[in-house]
């Protein structure tokens, strides 16, 4: 049942992320939906990683493919590092466009529409 | 003790899922900024519970220490973003929250009918101690010995199951079979970080000659 649990929260802070992300037009908390979305996903990509077995089992096994079984941990990591170099950059342009068009709405960033 | 945990994590998920639902209704960033260090908080909880230990000091570090305080900077250094927009009811506002209402529910239908190849059931004795008590790693053959009881060796060092001490097997994998991938993430972050210096020393320099016009 811990696997089930820790899927349901996972889904809940995912279709929390997606509400927001899909109302709010303040650009940084869309940005804070979008963290909330990598959050559950790495969540449910850890559980998956602890709690579940898809490989063939045998007394011998090699020492690399005996680590590799915490491969969804790495992927983690990796997924984090992608998010936190993604945040730094949204947040120096939410800087640039609050000093130069004072604003942080999404729906004023129009120009390229025409 | 498996119940135990199961209780403790309900009571994690919900005040992680209230946080998460504050950060998307409050009108005030800060306090959104801070409510979402809350929230990370739980999956970190979440990680230590599930024996994920380095995981979830990489996410109380990049997450809570870099990613929350820098949301809460930039709210300080912009004026105009103390206070955001509330959404308001409108056809956008139901539609959006009708599909993620879907998304949630679909995915919780798919979570709890399908039947998970779980590692708590595992029939192989031995291959489930070294997952969760003890092994032994042969250097020569670049094997692990699992089936302690049956062979004596007393001269090996003894380490705990592969889920209980995860961090040796993470450092052992990152430097051997995924180090291209450590190296191209590195290099992904460096990047990120020229780019914002780049865009911020920009603006302030703009800003500097008074020249508004253009970003």
């Known amino acids: 049942m811990t696997l089930e649990i820790i899927l349901i929260f996972s889904a809940a802070l995912f279709s929390i992320g997606i509400f927001g992300l899909l109302t709010r037009k303040n650009i940084v908390i869309t940005l804070m939906s979008l963290e909330l979305i990598f959050n559950s996903v790495v969540l449910s990509i850890v559980g998956f990683n602890r709690f579940t077995m898809n490989f063939s089992l045998s007394n011998e096994i090699a020492l690399d493919s005996f680590f590799a079984i915490l491969s969804g941990n790495i992927m983690g990591i990796f997924i984090i590092c992608v998010a936190a170099g993604e945040t730094a950059l949204a947040l120096a342009m939410v800087l640039a466009l609050g000093k130069f068009k004072s604003t942080v709405e999404l729906d004023d960033l129009s120009e390229m529409k025409n | ?215």
């Open chain 2, 1 to 215: 003790m498996d119940n135990l945990l199961d209780i403790f994590l309900v009571i994690v998920s919900i005040v992680g899922i209230a946080s998460a639902s504050y950060v998307v209704a409050q009108t005030n960033v800060f306090r959104a900024a801070l409510a979402l260090a809350v929230s990370f908080m739980t999956v970190a909880v979440v990680f230590f519970a599930i024996n994920a230990e380095f995981l979830g000091a990489v996410q109380i570090l990049v997450y809570i220490g870099a990613v929350s305080v820098l949301m809460a900077f930039s709210v300080l250094l912009v004026k105009d973003l103390q206070t955001a927009s509330s959404s308001t009811v409108g056809i956008r506002f139901i539609l959006s929250s009708v599909s993620s209402l879907l998304i949630f529910v679909v995915l919780v239908l798919v979570i709890l009918g399908t039947d998970w190849n779980k590692t708590n059931q595992i029939d192989n004795e031995d291959f489930r101690q070294a997952l969760f008590e003890k092994y032994v790693i042969d250097e020569e053959n670049k094997m692990i010995i699992t089936n302690l009881d049956k062979n004596d060796n007393t001269n090996l060092d003894l380490r705990k199951g592969l889920f209980n001490d995860s961090i040796i097997p993470i450092g052992s994998l990152l430097s051997t079979k995924y180090f291209i991938s450590l190296q191209l993430i590195g290099m992904i972050i460096v990047a990120c970080v020229i780019g914002s210096i780049a865009i911020t020393k920009n603006t302030i320099e703009n800003e500097d000659e008074g020249d508004k016009e253009t970003i």
